[in-house]
């Protein structure tokens, strides 16, 4: 029994050493005062009087990390606002800049391991050491590779962004080269493509397009974006992973954006991606391919599959307005107009459709006079242009910024009006209600 209760007494000292090490690990050496100063610190923090937190706050960052992750989150946002009080002051300026990279270290130090981890808080040490050291590209975008590596769909989309910028930096710097620029691009949007697929907040979809679309922008205008460099980044890239569908869209999508479509490689990816996923997206770029090849017939085609697979009005109307202009090479005037219409329908503020109307009757105006009688044939041809303007004046009615295009052409069509003498010698005059023959078949009004 004796034996017994020294176990228990042993143990029992064992258990309060462990907690009183632990106590003194998290509070430090004098807990009571640790406590009352991370007490003031929340309490100066809370009325936004930082220069009050100050001292509090430095008690508890050297003399106790980690009594709570708040010095740490709370302490970054505290010294920022200090050190933009300080900008005129270089000395300070840069002493409290040297402080908040170190609270980032001690962050990931002493709580590393939590969910917003290593790769979240050096995403933010990278924004911020940019945001306040612009020269420091190189430290910044080593921070910031990491974090978007780490952190993978999770990274926040403020250093998501800029690594892309860094990263162009470094491209003009030669720090990187165009390869690494393409591979940089590559990651991020494959990063940010797997957080808007798994994100279900609407506001926080739109966040993410944004971002999307920023980092595209700032890659597409880099050097490493001409036709070019992307044909010889992408070529040994496309020819390992032909059955990665990711790949083949960004790919496609890039090639597509710097008008890069009559090169080989985008034909190969476009064949590729609809063998993979026969989507409205991969046959219209299929379209593309076979319309820089002038096979018009099989252009036609995809064009057609693009808008029957196509769900979003807006851009079904733009693939029904590309098929129009297929038709158009090909001479399928009434059915290129039928399209044109279609795509009207789909998206009514376009003026670009209204335009090809107007040109598909201008194109066709000489052959649109079948009376035996040449004064009345001709007066028959120039009507055309009178249908012509109708379809130019609604196009800038619609879309005005078409205005200047559409009033030049206006102009020259015009001009090509029946005078007069000839619609007074064929029994017309101004203001009669008239139907233009031929394929056209629309009533307009008569003038001169």
């Avoid at 491209?171 to 620029?181: G, H, P, R, S």
Wanted: net charge neutral; aromatic share 10%; proline share 3%.
């Amino acid at each position: 029994m004796k034996i017994k209760l020294l176990s228990v007494a042993f143990f029992t000292m064992l258990f309060f050493a462990s907690h009183l090490s632990n106590a003194q690990a998290k509070y430090g050496k004098d807990s009571v005062e640790t406590v009352k100063q991370l007490s003031l610190f929340n309490v100066y923090y809370k009325q936004k009087s930082y220069e009050d937190a100050l001292k509090p706050w430095r008690y508890c960052f050297k003399q106790a990390p980690e009594v709570h992750l708040a010095i740490y989150v709370n302490g970054a946002m505290m010294l920022k606002n200090i050190i933009e009080k300080y900008e005129k002051d270089p000395k300070l300026y840069n002493a409290y800049i040297d402080t908040l990279m170190l609270v980032y270290d001690n962050r990931i130090k002493y709580f590393g391991n939590q969910k917003s981890g290593k790769g979240y808080v050096l995403g933010r040490k990278g924004v911020d050491l940019l945001r306040y050291r612009k020269d420091n590209v190189e430290e910044g975008y080593g921070y910031l590779k990491e974090a978007v590596k780490t952190e993978g769909a999770d990274i926040e989309l403020a250093p998501a962004v800029t690594f892309m910028q860094a990263a162009r930096q470094m491209l003009t710097l030669a720090k990187i080269d165009n390869t690494e620029m393409a591979e940089n691009f590559l990651l991020i949007n494959g990063n940010l493509e797997k957080a808007l697929a798994k994100e279900t907040k609407p506001e926080e979809k739109e966040k993410i397009k944004t971002s999307i679309t920023n980092c595209e922008t700032i890659f597409s205008e880099s050097p490493a974006a001409s036709c070019e460099s992307l044909v010889q980044i992408f070529t040994p890239q496309f020819e390992k992973n032909k059955q990665n569908l990711d790949l083949l869209v960004k790919i496609s999508r890039l090639l597509t954006k710097k008008d890069c479509t009559d090169s080989d490689l985008f034909a190969q990816v476009a064949e590729s991606r609809y063998v993979l996923e026969p989507s409205a997206e991969a046959a219209a770029a299929l379209a593309q391919v076979f319309a820089k090849r002038e096979d018009l017939q099989k252009a036609e085609d995809y064009y057609k599959k693009a808008v029957e697979l196509e769900q979003i009005p807006e851009t079904k109307a733009e693939y029904l307005y590309k098929l129009a202009l297929i038709s158009r090479v090909d001479k399928k005037y009434s059915e290129s107009r039928s399209n044109a219409l279609e795509a009207i329908k789909l998206k009514p503020n376009w003026g670009d459709p209204y335009i090809l109307i107007a040109t598909l009757y201008a194109e066709t105006a000489s052959s649109c006079g079948t009376d035996s009688d040449p004064n009345i044939a001709d007066f028959q041809r120039r009507a055309v242009y009178w249908v012509a303007v109708d379809k130019l004046n609604q196009a800038k009615n619609v879309d005005p910024s078409v205005t200047e295009t559409v009033n030049s052409t206006i102009g020259r069509y015009a001009g090509m009006y029946p005078n007069v003498e000839k619609a007074f010698f064929v029994g017309h005059k101004a203001g009669e209600r008239y139907t233009v023959g031929c394929w056209i078949q629309e009533t307009t009004t008569i003038r001169f």
